[in-house]
């Protein structure tokens, strides 16, 4: 089977899932998309309420400036690299939905076997990880991203580079935000690792 056909099995097994509280509340499971051979995956927490109409990753406003990195910074097309998140439903602090909060341990537990088997299926050669969720559970560390991003860690010998998730640069300035030349600084060692390997 080729990668393509390892995820299209994969997303039929788990699309009706319902391991977690998270299968009661969302409009649509956001599998992840991109290409299956991509060099670099981005791994986010959790879809936010226009991923969980649309059923895509990184559709709405933090999407657009992760775009914005991949696109006009890294000049790679989104298309070219792969984009999850560690929980593949929409987490809600309320049946009515209206606010997003962070997935809870117990739904990250339930639900990460998709995501590793993602990653095993794609071997990426450098996973980036967005903002402290997702980077705590690809690194099992307690270490915050403030402190970490920047630094390379390893996930099953998969180079892990951590960096802001960008709704954290939305609350903080946005595109004015100084957080954003931190972004660059992580995402130029990103590259310069590919153009050595
Ligand atoms: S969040 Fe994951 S574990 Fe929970 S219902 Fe959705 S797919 Fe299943």
């Known amino acids: 089977m080729t990668k393509k056909e390892k995820l299209e099995v994969l997303y039929e097994e788990t699309c009706d899932c319902m391991n977690c509280k998270l299968c009661t509340t ?5 599998f992840g998309e991109g290409s299956p051979d991509a060099k670099i ?7 936010g309420r226009e991923e969980d109409e649309i059923g895509k990753p990184f559709v709405g406003r933090s999407g657009k400036l992760l775009t914005g990195i991949i696109e006009k910074g890294m000049q790679i097309k989104r298309d070219d690299v792969y984009i999850s998140n560690i929980v593949k439903c929409r987490p809600t602090i309320n049946l009515e939905g209206k606010t997003d909060r962070a997935p809870e341990k117990d739904e990250i537990n339930n639900c990460c076997f998709i995501l590793e088997k993602q990653i ?8 980036v990880t967005l903002g402290n969720p997702a980077t705590k559970f690809i690194l099992n560390t307690k270490q915050g991203i403030t402190k970490i991003h920047g630094i390379f860690g390893e996930y099953k010998n998969i180079k892990v580079m951590p960096i802001y998730h960008p709704s954290y640069i939305l609350r903080n300035g946005g595109e004015k935000s ?6 660059w600084e992580d995402i130029k060692k990103v590259l310069t690792y590919l153009k050595e390997i």
């Not at 969302?26 to 956001?30: D, T």
């Not at 100084?178 to 972004?183: A, H, I």
């Open 26 to 30: 969302r409009k649509n499971y956001v």
């Open 41 to 47: 995956m981005f791994i986010g927490e959790a879809p």
């Open 120 to 127: 095993e299926i794609i071997k990426p050669k450098v996973i």
């Open 178 to 183: 100084p957080l954003k030349k931190d972004v």
